[in-house]
């Protein structure tokens, strides 16, 4: 009885330190930089530039206003690639005539298309030909999937001011709110510029785990990003035959 007693303490005491060592691996400085940097290519790969060009000028089109965004490749069909962006980047109210275009990493560009907008949500689906290379589809995983931790590390990606899908870090904050939108948004500390609305927030497992929105006015190191359950809520009412969030 002894013995046994014995043999269950060394292998209750082998398994305790075994478990801190999968805990020290996954923390090790190297496992997080290649994390990182997986994340960093795959952010890259499904983001997209969006130009956004106004006119009232009915015989020439002259372009009045000239906006600049990004956007999250989140699906696609036999002919097209769908990006999710903010509203605020495509917003045609004020116009009589707009045209869109998306570009690239590799700076390749095609004509892009306003699909479906919900304003209240700050959000808007574009489409545009399957013919860019290197893109990649980013699907949005659901809230349980990825909740957020204090301080987690998170990477923004984007295209501010046509630069190459700028990528920079920081840490989830919270949630927070803004007088933009009637719902929470998620707080974090990852630097974005004019030009990244509608562009990614991502976790280090490379999932998309907000849409980037706004600066906040009153704190230089406080973002804000449209979280994962008002996404899901505006995609499922997005009216495509193939939508996939329809039935989440």
């Known amino acids: 009885m002894k013995r046994m007693t014995v043999l269950m303490l060394v292998f209750f005491i082998m398994m305790i330190v075994s478990g801190c060592q999968f805990l020290d691996d996954t923390r090790r400085p190297e496992t997080v930089q290649s994390k990182m940097m997986e994340t960093r290519t795959v952010g890259r790969s499904g983001t997209v530039g969006i130009q956004s060009v106004f006119s009232n000028r009915v015989i020439t089109r002259a372009p009045d206003a000239t906006a600049f965004g990004s956007g999250v490749v989140f699906f696609e069909s036999d002919s097209h690639y769908y990006a999710i962006?903010?509203?605020?980047?495509?917003?045609?109210?004020?116009?009589?005539?707009?045209?869109?275009?998306?570009?690239?990493?590799?700076?390749d560009d095609v004509p892009a298309e306003l699909e479906y907008f919900d304003a209240s949500k700050d959000l808007a689906i574009i489409s545009f030909t399957r013919s860019l290379d290197g893109v990649q589809v980013l699907p949005f995983g659901t809230v349980e999937e990825t909740v957020l931790t204090?301080?987690?590390?998170?990477?923004?990606?984007?295209?501010?001011s046509e630069l190459n899908a700028v990528v920079t870090y920081g840490e989830y904050l919270g949630l927070g709110r803004t007088d933009k939108v009637d719902f929470d948004v998620i707080t974090h500390s990852a630097l974005i510029y004019p030009g990244n609305s509608g562009g990614p927030l991502l976790n280090l497992h490379g999932n998309v785990i907000g849409i980037n929105t706004w600066s906040s006015v009153n704190e230089r190191d406080r973002f804000m990003a449209i979280g994962l359950f008002e996404i899901h809520e505006f995609l499922k009412t997005w009216d495509y035959e193939d939508n996939p969030y329809q039935h989440d």
């Open 85 to 107: 962006t903010n509203f605020h980047v495509v917003d045609f109210s004020d116009y009589a005539y707009y045209e869109y275009t998306v570009f690239t990493l590799e700076h």
């Open 150 to 160: 204090r301080d987690e590390m998170l990477i923004s990606v984007g295209f501010p």
